[in-house]
């Protein structure tokens, strides 16, 4: 039997990963700064990371939702105190589509409404109401189509006040820093207005932070740059450094009922391990400070690169817009310079989304190499 080909591959098998690097199966020696799809945030087979996961393993590794679980407490206090959303709770799943489609639920069991609000060019996941609120009509099957779903342009102030008068909105949704899209951002005044709009009309702020969440931008949320409060933040990718993790923080407005939301494998044992493992590096590295000067290191050296059009992002979640399709640019970054990138929905941009802890000898490595493919 075959497998369902809906991924185009590389011809390349790794079979070993350490920090910023993976290797091939033959040997070669490759540098990440792709992260996994913006999965890998302390770096990969961190020993504190393994050694949470084999511990955790030795002694139980999974059982359900229907007994006390102390390491989800755990996770959620550590998710707590290094965020700074006090009075939040935490609901697990297992991706950032399951976290996306439980926010909006959670939204319209809170406020009885239905329309949802969300942005040309966001990504939010592919079950069946955050792939409604994608705005990629490929992916959208047939059944998917709703009548709930507003998709306006982005940064559009009018527009969403329009909408706001016209309809009954249950949530909006946004993304921090748009990744897939091509690594774009909010203006504040459009995010104040969102704040605003959510406020007068009893609907929900849903930041998306599956990709620029957790410490990417250099804040635990690329939100927090708006000094603005979500009502709900959803989370997975770099939450479980690989493990499929995935997170809804809840503002304390809400009220929980039992069987509200659920999940056979959320916050399981293991998922908790290695939760936690991310958590405690992130704070005790300062992943979030090395983020914070890389990124803006990284992004000022972009900028002066001939054939770079346009360097956009925050942190470690940076969008480098060339002159140019960037297919074969990358396509020479990893076969020539062994340099793995990210694409973007706009075709001339790469996205680079490294570990946290990449070093400013990696980012050169990039920079150079860089220089050297555009030349
Ligand atoms: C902003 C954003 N939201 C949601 C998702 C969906 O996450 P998952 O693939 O874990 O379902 C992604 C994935 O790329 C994303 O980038």
């Known amino acids: 039997m075959s497998l369902f080909k809906v991924y185009p591959l590389f011809d390349i098998e790794i079979t070993k990963g350490k920090g910023s690097f993976v290797w091939g199966a033959e040997g070669t020696k490759y540098l990440d700064l792709y992260g996994g799809h913006a999965v ?3 770096g990969h087979s961190h020993p504190h990371y393994v050694s949470k996961i ?28 290094l965020s700074g959303k006090e009075g939040y709770e935490l609901f697990f799943c297992n991706s950032g589509a399951e976290a996306n489609e439980n926010a909006l639920k959670l939204a319209s069991f809170y406020n009885g409404k239905k329309k949802v609000i ?23 099957a047939p059944v998917n189509e709703t009548d709930n779903t507003i998709i306006l342009p982005f940064n559009d102030e009018e527009a969403l006040e329009n909408a706001f008068a016209e309809n009954e909105i249950s949530s909006v949704i946004i993304e921090g820093i748009q990744g897939i899209g091509g690594i774009y951002l909010p203006t504040q005044s459009f995010m104040d207005k969102i704040r605003s709009l959510c406020d007068k009309h009893n609907a929900i702020y849903i930041a998306d932070s599956v990709q620029c969440g957790y410490g990417r931008s250099g804040k635990f949320f690329a939100h927090d740059y708006y000094n603005i409060d979500a009502d ?20 304390p407005k809400f009220e929980a009922k039992f069987g509200m939301l659920g999940t056979t494998f959320g916050g399981n044992h293991l998922a908790c391990a290695a939760g936690i493992a991310v958590l405690d590096i992130l704070k005790e590295e300062n992943l979030l400070e090395n983020a914070t000067s890389l990124g803006e290191y990284a992004i000022n050296e972009l900028k002066g ?66 220089k050297e493919v555009l030349k």
């Open 305 to 370: 690169i001939s054939g770079v059009k346009e360097v956009r992002g925050r942190g470690l979640m940076i969008g480098i817009e060339l002159d140019q399709e960037a297919g074969p640019i990358r396509g020479k970054l990893l076969k020539e310079h062994k340099i793995f990138s990210g694409s973007a929905s706009n075709k001339n941009t790469i996205r680079l989304l490294p570990a946290l802890n990449v070093g400013k000898e990696e980012i050169d490595t990039f920079i150079n190499a860089l």
């Open 118 to 140: 969300s942005f040309s060019k966001g990504f939010h996941g592919r079950t069946s109401l955050a792939v409604a609120v994608t705005d990629n009509p490929n992916i959208v």
């Open 232 to 251: 709900i933040y959803t989370m997975a990718k770099g939450m479980g450094n690989g493990f499929p993790v995935g997170g809804v923080l809840i503002s």
């Open 54 to 81: 084999s511990e955790q393993l030795n002694n139980v590794g999974f059982y359900s939702n229907s007994v006390q679980i102390p390491q989800q407490k755990e996770l959620a206090d550590k998710l707590v105190a």
């Open 40 to 42: 890998i945030s302390i």
